[in-house]
C-alpha cells in the first residue's frame, strides 16, 4: 500500500502543478491582453515571490547542514548570472511572448528547452557526438523532431478547432470567454514565438549555471530563494526604465492584484516545493517528464471554455514537439544508464565526455520553466 501511495502521490502532484500552471498563464494573458505591463507583472510577481521564499528556504533546509557559504564570492557570482537567467531574461521574453501568442505556444516552445540544452553543450564542448551510440542518436533525432515541431507552431495555424459559431452547453461556459482570454486578434503570433524561443535559450543556459552551483551548495531553496532576490532587483531597474509611467505601477484591488498574489504564492512556494519533494522521492529526470502535460491542459480549457482561440496548427505543432521532447529525454536517460553500466552497450564505443548527469537537468525551480507563471 505504501509503495503505490509513494508512486500515485507523485503524479497527481505534478498533473495538477501542470494544470494550476495552464490556469495562472491564461489568467496571465488575460491581464496583458486587459493592458497590465509585462515588465510590472514580472517585477510584482516576482517580489512577492521573494519575500515568501526567503524565510521560507531556511525553514525548508533548517536540518540540512553544508560547509559551503552562499555568501562565498563564487557563489555569489554564480547567483547573480542565475538571477539574470533565470529570472530576468526569461520571465520578461516569457510575458512579451505569451502577450503576442497564447499559452499553447508557450507550451510547445518550453519543449525546446533540452534540445537547447544539448545544442549549447555541443557548442561550449561540454558534449561531443558518437554517431555509434544509441543515446546520441536518440538526442540529436529528438532534437530535430522537436525543432520541428516549434517550426510548425510558428509557421502554420490552420483553422480554429472550436470556431465562433461551436455552441457552448452551458450558461457558464459561456461566461468564461468573457471574463478571461486566451488569444485576441490581431496578434503578432511570429514575433511572440521569437520571443518565446529565446526564453527558452536563457533557460538553457540558467541550466548549465545552475548545476555547478547545487554541486557546490546543495540547499536548493536557500539557492532559488537568493537568486530570485537578485533576479526581482535586475528587472525592477530594467522595469523602471521601460515603464516610466508611474500610473503602469499602480495596481487596483482587481483581478490583476488577484492575480499577482496568486502567482507569487503558487509560482514560488507551492509548486517549487513539489517540485523539489517529487524530485528527492523519484529522482532528478521524473519532474521535466510531466512538462508536455501542459499541451494537454492548455488543449482541454483552449477547446472546452474558448471559441476562435485554438488552431489546429497549434495543438500539431506542439504534439511533434512533445514527441521530440521525450525522443530527447530518453536519450539522456539511456545514456545514464550507460554510464552505470558501460559493460552493457559500449564494449566496442569510445566515451563520450559529458559532464555526469548534468545536461537536460530542469532546474528545480524555473517556475516558469514550462510556462511563463
Avoid at 157 to 173: E, V
Avoid at 223 to 250: H, N, P
Wanted: aromatic share 14%; charged share 15%.
Amino acid at each position: 500500500m505504501e509503495v503505490k501511495v509513494r508512486e500515485f502521490v507523485p503524479f497527481v502532484a505534478m498533473v495538477i502543478m501542470e494544470a494550476c500552471t495552464i490556469a495562472l498563464t491564461i489568467m496571465a494573458k488575460t491581464a496583458l491582453t486587459g493592458g497590465m505591463s509585462p515588465f510590472v507583472f514580472v517585477v510584482y510577481t516576482n517580489a512577492l515571490g521573494s519575500i515568501l521564499l526567503l524565510p521560507f528556504s531556511f525553514f525548508f533546509h533548517r536540518k540540512d547542514r553544508t560547509e559551503e557559504s552562499i555568501f562565498s564570492w563564487p557563489l555569489l557570482v554564480r547567483v547573480f548570472f542565475l538571477g539574470f537567467t533565470g529570472i530576468f531574461l526569461f520571465q520578461n521574453l516569457a510575458f512579451v511572448g505569451l502577450s503576442f501568442s497564447s499559452p499553447i505556444v508557450v507550451c510547445a516552445m518550453g519543449l525546446l528547452i533540452p534540445s537547447f540544452s544539448f545544442l549549447l553543450n555541443l557548442i561550449l564542448g561540454r558534449s561531443k557526438l558518437d554517431w555509434r551510440n544509441t543515446s546520441t542518436r536518440a538526442k540529436v533525432m529528438g532534437t530535430i523532431i522537436t525543432l520541428s515541431g516549434a517550426f510548425a507552431e510558428e509557421l502554420y495555424k490552420g483553422p480554429f478547432i472550436r470556431p465562433a459559431s461551436s455552441a457552448s452547453p452551458t450558461r457558464l461556459l459561456k461566461s468564461i470567454p468573457k471574463l478571461l482570454v486566451y488569444y485576441n486578434i490581431p496578434d503578432n503570433w511570429f514575433l511572440g514565438c521569437i520571443f518565446l524561443a529565446a526564453a527558452v535559450f536563457s533557460v538553457s543556459l540558467f541550466n548549465v549555471i545552475q548545476t555547478g552551483t547545487v554541486k557546490k551548495y546543495p540547499h536548493v531553496m536557500k539557492v532559488v530563494s537568493f537568486y530570485s532576490i537578485v533576479g526581482t532587483i535586475q528587472c525592477l531597474i530594467f522595469s523602471m526604465f521601460m515603464e516610466r509611467d508611474l500610473s503602469a505601477w499602480k495596481i487596483e484591488p482587481s483581478f490583476d492584484l488577484f492575480l499577482i498574489i496568486t502567482t507569487g504564492i503558487f509560482g514560488s512556494v507551492i509548486r517549487t516545493s513539489v517540485h523539489v519533494k517529487c524530485t528527492q522521492m523519484k529522482g532528478p529526470y521524473y519532474v521535466p517528464l510531466f512538462k508536455p502535460f501542459g499541451i494537454f491542459w492548455a488543449t482541454l480549457f483552449g477547446t472546452s471554455f474558448f471559441v476562435n482561440s485554438l488552431h489546429y496548427g497549434s495543438v500539431l505543432g506542439a504534439a511533434i514537439g512533445g514527441v521530440g521532447y521525450y525522443i530527447v529525454s530518453w536519450g539522456q536517460l539511456r545514456e545514464t544508464e550507460e554510464k552505470r553500466n558501460p559493460k552493457e552497450e559500449r564494449k566496442p564505443i569510445k566515451t563520450i565526455n559529458h559532464h555526469d548527469q548534468d545536461e537536460y537537468k530542469v532546474p528545480l525551480l524555473i517556475n516558469q520553466e514550462e510556462s511563463p507563471v
